[in-house]
């Protein structure tokens, strides 16, 4: 069966700092791999997918990128954080585009 | 433009009552239809999905959710709620971008409240 992992789990930052958030799958290939952020009481917003190796798409200008390294690892980082970057960070994947998206659970990032 | 709109925020229903959370959607397509849940802290677990076919779907936990095209609506049902049941509710479309690739619009989510 497939799993889904994410790391650290909850994280406080200081304004300025750096960030690396990752996530990893197991038990599948070639997996979409997509990172959203959820604001308190709002929907999740999508930040960037990827269908492959060193494939990103972002969907909104912000002050955090992604990386894909290896397949099913996916990673969000940030050069210099932002208190508006304050959220619960999801991760999911999914076989295709067309199927659902599997979330895994979560990184609650407090930027401080 | 693709969206999905959970017109109540929040949502009060006694242990054991039938519970309906709407779900509205503009897609110009047939669109892949999913409901969420998330219990607090915790990543979104899929409840059921409808891709085509019979409009009625069943998803685990007891939920069901129908289709209506005509009304561009994806509402999620539960005959007997119970007290785990409490958490948010997500609705979400999947929806072909221009190349080809389906995102995911999601809405803002229902809070759910049961009452002993």
Known sequence: ?112 | AQSVTQPDIHITVSEGASLELRCNYSYGATPYLFWYVQSPGQGLQLLLKYFSGDTLVQGIKGFEAEFKRSQSSFNLRKPSVHWSDAAEYFCAVGAATEYNFNKFYFGSGTKLNVKP
């Open chain 1, 1 to 112: 069966s497939q799993t889904i992992h994410q790391w650290p789990a909850t994280l406080v930052q200081p304004v300025g700092s750096p960030l690396s958030l990752e996530c990893t799958v197991e038990g599948t290939s070639n997996p979409n791999l997509y990172w959203y952020r959820q604001a308190a009481g709002r929907g999740l917003q999508l930040l960037f997918y990827s269908v492959g190796i060193g494939q990103i798409s972002s969907e909104v200008p912000q002050n955090l990128s992604a990386s894909r390294p290896q397949d099913r690892q996916f990673i969000l980082s940030s050069k210099k954080l932002l208190l508006s970057d304050s959220g619960f960070y999801l991760c999911a994947w999914s076989r295709d585009s067309l199927r659902e998206q599997f979330f895994g659970p979560g990184t609650r990032l407090t930027v401080l």
